[in-house]
């Protein structure tokens, strides 16, 4: 029987409403929408998009190798930017962390965040490899 199991990063900053950092399912990970927030819950990077799609993204890693998972594995990621044209300064960002791996994509644009601050939030599907099923 599959079973459902929350996920809390360790080091991340406490979620501010009611739900938790990922969602694990048999060998699919679900990983809620990822802020620019460093450890302690300030926006890093204010103002500055690529400082915080870089943030976004260290920890969207963070909480795939809390099941052994990696960039590689992810199978869709969602974009949420409040300005449609920062696409462009936030790509090679998501190269620099995705590599070669491509995965399913959509960006959507938004008139705010939760935080007035952030300018970028991601959410994520991953598969966890067998390697860290064992």
């Known amino acids: 029987m599959v079973k459902r199991e929350e996920i809390r990063v360790e080091g991340a900053s406490e979620p501010i409403s009611h739900y938790t950092d990922a969602v694990r399912f048999g060998n699919l990970l679900f990983v809620s929408g990822i ?21 976004v993204l260290q920890n969207l890693r963070d909480a795939l190798r809390t099941v ?21 300064a936030i790509n090679p960002v998501r190269k620099e962390f995705f590599g070669a791996a491509r995965p399913a994509s959509t960006l959507i644009e938004v008139s705010a965040l939760v ?20």
Request: aromatic share 4%; proline share 5%; charged share 30%.
């Open 115 to 134: 935080d007035p601050r952030m300018l970028v939030e991601m959410e994520a599907i991953a598969a966890i490899p067998d390697r860290a099923r064992s």
């Open 35 to 55: 802020a620019p927030f460093d450890g302690e819950g300030n926006v890093v990077g204010e103002g500055d998009v690529v400082a915080q799609a870089r943030q």
């Open 68 to 88: 052994g998972a990696d960039m590689c594995d992810v199978l869709k990621v969602t974009v949420f930017l409040t300005d449609v044209n920062d696409r462009a």
